[in-house]
């Protein structure tokens, strides 16, 4: 099940679990939309792996399937992809 981190790791923007302008690549790294557009050119700084857009979980299941609260901050490694 996805984890949809809260917030992106270039920026530290919230981005809740009904956000549309989350991405993510295969290992759930998340960006909001427009670090993985402009900073990153779609392409994971990470792994390398294409950014695509997070599923966002229907507000029903979120009680027992919650959204994770860990936040991921990697600022350093977004301004090396650019």
């Known amino acids: 099940m996805l984890q949809l981190r809260p917030n992106c790791e ?6 809740p679990p009904e956000s549309a302008e989350a991405r993510m690549c295969s290992f759930e790294c998340t960006f909001c939309v427009s670090c993985a557009t402009v900073k990153l050119g779609g392409k994971c700084p990470n792994c ?3 950014l695509v857009a997070r599923p ?3 507000a029903s299941k979120l009680a027992k399937f919650p959204a994770s609260a860990e936040r991921v ?3 350093a ?3 090396a992809a650019v």
């Open 10 to 15: 270039c920026c530290n923007k919230d981005l």
């Open 73 to 75: 901050y990697k600022p």
């Open 48 to 50: 390398g792996g294409e």
């Open 56 to 58: 966002r979980r229907p």
């Open 77 to 79: 490694g977004c301004a």
